[in-house]
């Protein structure tokens, strides 16, 4: 059974920054590709970033790029994201994610992520 739960959520003002975690259950998490997607009130879940099994490529959209860095650590089973210079824009609930399947690299599609997490709201003030 694989359990996503996120944290790091909360209210900051404009430019201001937040750090998200992701703890997961699971033995085999550094065979996971993980990601992060964000849903504002009235709008479809939209991605945000992606790291591969490794760690060594990310892929970001191109909204946060030069602002948010994903990353994870294999011996925490924990994948962040740090959210710099936050604008109101980035106002939403923030999920991740889990792919298994490993014939999946990174990947921006929803349909091919198995497992998510419940969600952390994060609010940017102006």
């Known amino acids: 059974q694989v359990q996503l739960v996120e944290s790091g959520g909360g209210l900051v003002q404009t430019g201001g920054s937040l750090r998200l975690s992701c703890a997961a259950s699971?033995?085999?998490?550094?065979?996971?590709?993980m990601g992060w997607f964000r849903q504002a009130p009235g709008k479809e879940r939209e991605f945000v970033a992606t790291i591969s099994r490794t760690g060594r490529y990310t892929h970001y959209t191109d909204s946060v790029k030069g602002r948010f860095t994903i990353s994870r650590d294999d011996a925490k089973n924990t994948v962040f994201l740090q959210m710099n210079s936050l604008k109101p824009e980035d106002t939403a609930v923030y999920y991740c994610?889990?792919?298994?399947?490993?014939?999946?690299?990174?990947?921006?599609?929803?349909?091919?992520?198995?497992?998510w997490g419940q969600g952390t709201q994060v609010t940017v003030s102006s």
């Open positions: 994610a889990a792919v298994l399947s490993p014939r999946t690299a990174l990947t921006t599609r929803i349909d091919e992520y198995n497992y």
């Open positions: 699971g033995r085999t998490f550094s065979t996971w590709v």
